[in-house]
């Protein structure tokens, strides 16, 4: 079946760091890709999303690319703030014969120190 | 303000009792759904509605039961509350199965 699979966490950087957090996924089809963030005690923010190969999503100066070659959608970021801090969470949804949930990843906590 | 809503934010309980979660959503989605949340973070679907219709029902045990009175509200019943049942719960709803999914607050449950 469709899996997403991110980088283990605790990722810990300072503030102003360049961030990357992998994501890779497994699905038939051609699947949306989606970047949600979780901050503290909060819940689940849509951060960006991509819904064809080479599209590019972003937002907040956050950004991924849909890789197909690599069944990829890295989260990057050039320059962390510590209210950055957050569980960011990597989802497919795949539109070829889904019952429209998403598939989320793991999780990967994020914490910048200032 | 147009949102998913759910209610209870925090819900403590004993093992054994039964309670109920309500989310609604004002944004005149056609789906809904209850996400659940362990306690390493993991997110996984448990039930999915289309207006009214359940369209999703993953493994969960039947000691939870969605319930959708209209298609704006999914209330989540869960009887017979034991320890494992403790997680965050999260609804959402889409405006249909495949598009862009916007996700409540969440509700911590804490069996004791």
């Known amino acids: 079946g469709d899996s997403v699979t991110q980088m283990e966490g605790p990722v810990t950087l300072s503030e102003e760091a360049f961030l990357t957090i992998n994501c890779t996924y497994t699905a038939t089809g051609y699947p949306s890709l989606f970047w949600y963030v979780q901050y503290p005690g909060e819940g689940l923010q849509l951060l960006l999303k991509a819904t064809k190969a080479d599209d590019k999503g972003s937002n907040k100066g956050f950004e991924a690319t849909y890789r197909k070659e690599t069944t990829s959608f890295h989260l990057e970021k050039g320059s962390v703030q510590v209210s950055d801090s957050a569980v960011y969470f990597c989802a497919l949804m795949n539109y070829g014969g889904s019952q429209g949930n998403l598939i989320f990843g793991k999780g990967t906590k994020l914490s910048v120190k200032p | 303000d147009t949102a998913v809503s759910q209610t209870p934010k925090y819900l403590v309980t004993q093992m054994g009792n039964d309670k109920s979660i309500k989310c609604e959503q004002n944004?005149?989605?056609?789906?809904m759904y209850w996400y659940k949340q362990d306690s390493k973070k993991f997110l996984k679907i448990m039930f999915s509605?289309?207006?009214?219709?359940?369209?999703i029902n993953e493994t969960v045990p039947n000691r939870f039961s969605p319930k959708s009175p209209d298609k704006a509200h999914l209330n989540l019943h869960i009887n017979s509350l034991e320890l494992g049942d403790s997680a965050v719960y999260f609804c959402?709803?889409?405006?249909?199965?495949?598009?862009?999914?916007?996700f409540g607050q969440g509700t911590r449950l804490t069996v004791v």
């Open positions: 959402a709803s889409s405006q249909d199965r495949f598009r862009l999914t916007l």
């Open positions: 944004l005149g989605h056609d789906t």
């Open positions: 509605y289309n207006n009214k219709e359940l369209i």
